[in-house]
C-alpha cells in the first residue's frame, strides 16, 4: 500500500505539471505551481521516510493519501470558475500609478535598507522577532511598488517606470542573495513574467521553466548551508558557497527524508488518533500573532486574544527552522474535509485570474503578489496566502485608491484598467 500511494502521489503531481505544458499561459496559474512546489519541495523527501521504522504505523500512507486529495481539490478549485472579482474592476491613472510606486518604493526600500544593516544571525535563516519583524512588515510596500512599476512598464515603456524598477531591483536583489531567499527569487521572476504575458504576450518557454523547476528541485536541498555562509559572514563568501556539496545533499534527503515531511506525518497521525481539530481557529490564532503588535498591546493581551487549539503530542518537537505543511494544519482544522482549504484558496486564485486576464490592472497585481504565497500551501501552511491579502489590505488597497479616476468606456463596453493622456488601453 505504502509503495502504490507513493506513485500515485508521483503520478497526481505528473498530471499537474502536464496540465500546466498542454496550453500558453498555464505555466502561471495555481495548478501547476502547486505541482512544481510539490515535486521541488515534496517528493524528494518521500523515499527515505517510506520504511522510517520510527514512525507510527499507517502514518506516512495516511499523510500521503490525504496529500493527494489536496492537490486533487486545488485543481478542482481551480477549474470550477472562471468568474472574476467584481471590486477589483476600476481605472487608474498611469501617471498616478508611477508616483504611487515610486513612494511605496522609496519607504520599502528604506526599511530593507535597515533590515540589510542588522547583523546575519538577526535575519538569515532565523525566526525573526522583534525590529527585523518591524522592518520587514514594512519593506513589503516595496514589493508593491516593484510590481505596479512593472505592470506600467510591461503595457508602456517609460523611463519614470523603469528607473522605479531598477531602483527596486537593487534591493530586491541584495536580499535574494545574501538571505538566500527562494520565495522571494520566484516572486520576482512571477511580478515580470505575469506582467509582460498579459500586456505583451511574452511566454516564458515552457522547456526552460520545467528544466529551471528541476535545477531548483536539485539546489533547495542545499540552502541551509548557503545561509549558514551568509548568516556567519553578513554576506554570501563565494569561494565557501562553491564548496558546497549539492549531489550530497540531494542524496542525503532522498535517504533519510526531510523534516517538513516528517513534521507533517507526525502532525496529521497525532490529529488522527485524538480527533481533537481546531476548526479554523489556526487562522484567527495566524492572524493575531502576525497583525496584533505585542510591542504595543503587552504579549499578555495578545495571548488573550487567542483561540484555544488542541494541545500537540508530547513526543513531537519540530526543529527550528522547519515547517509543517498546509497538509499537517489543514488536517488539523477539519480531518480529511480540510482538503476543501486548498479547494477554496484555489478557487479564490481561479477568481483573481480571472479579473487579471479580463485585464483590470488591480487583478494583474494582486494576482502576481498572490503566486508565492498560494504556492506555500504545500510547503508551509494554509494560511500564508490569507495574511498576504490582509497586508494588501492595509496597504495595497489604499495606495491603489489613490491613483483610481473615474470610469471610462472603450469600444469593448468594459472600463479600461488605464487611463493616460497619451495612451488609452482598451
Known amino acids: 500500500m505504502t509503495l502504490l500511494l507513493t506513485c500515485l502521489l508521483c503520478l497526481t503531481v505528473a498530471l499537474l505539471l502536464v496540465w500546466g505544458m498542454l496550453a500558453p499561459g498555464r505555466i502561471y496559474q495555481l495548478p501547476f505551481l502547486v505541482g512544481v512546489m510539490a515535486v521541488s519541495f515534496l517528493l524528494p523527501q518521500l523515499p527515505g521516510l517510506m520504511d522510517d521504522r520510527f514512525l507510527p504505523r499507517g502514518a506516512y500512507d495516511r499523510m500521503v493519501a490525504f496529500t493527494i486529495l ?49 547583523p546575519g544571525d538577526m535575519v538569515v535563516g532565523v525566526q525573526m522577532s522583534g525590529v527585523p519583524v518591524i522592518y520587514l512588515f514594512v ?100 569561494q ?22 516528517r513534521n507533517a506525518i507526525l502532525r ?39 483561540l484555544r487549539t488542541p494541545a500537540m503530542a508530547r513526543d513531537y518537537n519540530a526543529l527550528t527552522g522547519t515547517t509543517e505543511t498546509g497538509m499537517a494544519d489543514a488536517f488539523q482544522s477539519f480531518w480529511y474535509f480540510g482538503a476543501l482549504k486548498f479547494f477554496l484558496i484555489a478557487y479564490l486564485l481561479a477568481r483573481l485570474w480571472a479579473s487579471a486576464k479580463e485585464g483590470q490592472a488591480a487583478g494583474q497585481v494582486v ?39 473615474p470610469a471610462r468606456r472603450g469600444r469593448s463596453g468594459h472600463a479600461d484598467p488605464f487611463v493616460s493622456r497619451r495612451l488609452v488601453h482598451s
Request: aromatic residues 14%; contains cysteine; positive net charge.
Open 70 to 118: 489536496c492537490l486533487v481539490a486545488a485543481w478542482l478549485g481551480w477549474i470550477s470558475t472562471r468568474k472574476p472579482v467584481a471590486f477589483l474592476r476600476g481605472n487608474f491613472s498611469e501617471g498616478r500609478l508611477l508616483i504611487v510606486s515610486a513612494g511605496l518604493s522609496v519607504i520599502g526600500a528604506y526599511f530593507y535598507f535597515k533590515l540589510s544593516r542588522l
Open 240 to 261: 565557501d558557497i562553491s564548496q558546497i556539496d549539492v549531489t550530497a545533499n540531494f542524496r542525503a534527503t532522498l535517504k533519510e527524508g526531510g523534516l517538513e515531511v
Open 268 to 306: 496529521i497521525d497525532h490529529a488522527a488518533e485524538t480527533l481533537e481539530f481546531d476548526y479554523g481557529k489556526f487562522h484567527w490564532n495566524r492572524l493575531v500573532f502576525n497583525y496584533v503588535p505585542s510591542q504595543l498591546v503587552g504579549e499578555a493581551v495578545k495571548r488573550s486574544l487567542m
Open 367 to 405: 494576482y502576481m503578489l498572490s503566486i508565492v504565497p498560494a504556492m506555500h500551501v504545500v510547503s508551509h501552511q494554509t494560511d500564508w496566502v490569507i495574511m498576504a491579502w490582509v497586508h494588501m489590505v492595509l496597504f495595497l488597497v489604499p495606495s491603489l485608491a489613490l491613483a483610481a479616476v
Open 139 to 238: 519593506a513589503r510596500l516595496m514589493t508593491y511598488g516593484l510590481a505596479i512599476g512593472v505592470l506600467c512598464l510591461a503595457r508602456r515603456t517609460s523611463l519614470f517606470a523603469l528607473s522605479i524598477v531598477v531602483f527596486d531591483l537593487v534591493f530586491y536583489l541584495d536580499r535574494i542573495v545574501v538571505t538566500g531567499k527562494r520565495a522571494e527569487a520566484v516572486e520576482l521572476f512571477a511580478i515580470f513574467a505575469v506582467a509582460f504575458w498579459f500586456h505583451r504576450g511574452w511566454l516564458a518557454p515552457r522547456t526552460i521553466i520545467l528544466a529551471g523547476v528541476l535545477l531548483g528541485t536539485f539546489l533547495m536541498n542545499s540552502m541551509g548551508d548557503y545561509r549558514a555562509i551568509t548568516r556567519e559572514n553578513a554576506s554570501p563568501i563565494w
